[in-house]
């Protein structure tokens, strides 16, 4: 079985979308979140499970998220 390679440029490696969304929760909160990142899972009956759903289903939305997660780290 192959080992991954460590990835020490990639924030995100190691983590789960899951773990992002709920830091990016805890840090802003649904009502913050869905005004930076305007989507629907965020804005309208917000929930972990139904945001995940849409955000592995959706690489954009995917993206911008992890974005934020990265600026939100580096603060």
Request: net charge negative.
């Amino acid at each position: 079985m192959d080992v991954p390679e460590a990835q020490p440029n990639n924030p995100l490696h190691g983590l789960k979308l899951e773990e992002i969304l709920e830091f990016l929760v805890a840090e802003y909160g649904w009502e913050e979140l869905g005004e930076r990142i305007n989507i629907r899972c965020f804005n309208f009956d917000p929930s972990i499970k139904s945001s995940l759903t849409f955000l592995r289903k959706t690489p954009w939305a995917r993206e911008k998220v992890e974005q934020l997660f990265i600026r939100s780290t580096k603060k």
